[in-house]
């Protein structure tokens, strides 16, 4: 079965420095590797997905991520942060040999200061 | 274009009583899932239709939930009787096509309390 784990439940950062944020996947075969945003009060949004190819990934909102096999995982990066990206994010891992679902992690908090 | 709509957007209700909650997917959007996010935790697939056909529901407590998406449009989700586990975000998603990895695009969910 596949599964996500985020290490970090709450990160607190401040504004105009980098981000991190970890995600680690189980899964036997290549997943499909996605991580969604949600601000308080909103549905989740898609900040960029990996699929194949290139294993640095670019999305919305200035962030990125790398898919690294030999660690399975899939950290999420920006390289300065606003305090609009105080939200929770969530890290998914879906395969086509389970119908296409997505697993999501329980998501980290991230909390920027000024 | 208008996004995934859900009503309403906060519930409170007490142990054994029943609740219903309402989506309207973007509009063409074939596939339509609810899941269900616990505080603390990422969002769980309960159940996903493709038109008004259910393509998967085994995560759905079947006993006491409930979901139909008449006309292949809008839907609801049941919940008779509810317990206190039951108290989460309910969220709405929609996609364009299913069987791919076509971009789920969510709605902002019911809060649900049971008291």
């Known amino acids: 079965a596949q599964s996500v784990t985020q290490p970090d439940i709450h990160i607190t950062v401040s504004e105009g420095a980098s981000l991190e944020l970890r995600c680690n996947y189980s899964?036997?075969?290549?997943?499909?590797l996605f991580w969604y945003v949600q601000s308080p009060g909103q549905g989740l949004q898609l900040l960029l997905k990996?699929?194949?190819?290139?294993?640095l990934v670019q999305g919305i909102k200035g962030f990125e991520a790398e898919f690294k096999r030999s660690q399975s995982s899939f950290n999420l990066r920006k390289p300065s942060v606003h305090w609009s990206d105080a939200a929770e994010y969530f890290c998914?891992?879906?395969?086509?040999?389970?119908?296409?679902?997505?697993?999501f992690g329980a998501g980290t908090t991230v909390t920027v200061r000024a | 274009e208008a996004g995934v709509a859900q009503s309403p957007r906060y519930k409170i209700i007490e142990k054994r009583q029943s609740v219903a909650f309402w989506c309207n997917p973007i509009s063409g959007h074939a596939t339509l899932y609810w899941y269900q996010q616990i505080l603390g935790q990422g969002p769980k697939l309960l159940i996903q239709?493709?038109?008004?056909?259910?393509?998967?529901d085994s995560q759905l407590p079947k006993d006491r939930f409930s979901a139909e998406r008449l006309k292949g449009v809008d839907s609801t989700l049941k919940i008779q009787p509810a317990k206190l586990e039951d108290s989460a975000v309910y969220l709405c998603?929609?996609?364009?096509?299913?069987?791919?990895?076509?971009?789920?695009?969510f709605g902002p969910g019911t809060r649900l309390t049971v008291l």
């Open positions: 998603a929609s996609s364009s096509l299913a069987g791919s990895y076509n971009e789920q695009f």
């Open positions: 998914a891992v879906g395969a086509v040999s389970n119908d296409y679902k997505l697993s």
């Open positions: 239709f493709q038109n008004n056909g259910v393509v998967d």
């Open positions: 990996y699929f194949s190819g290139d294993t």
């Open positions: 899964y036997g075969a290549t997943p499909y």
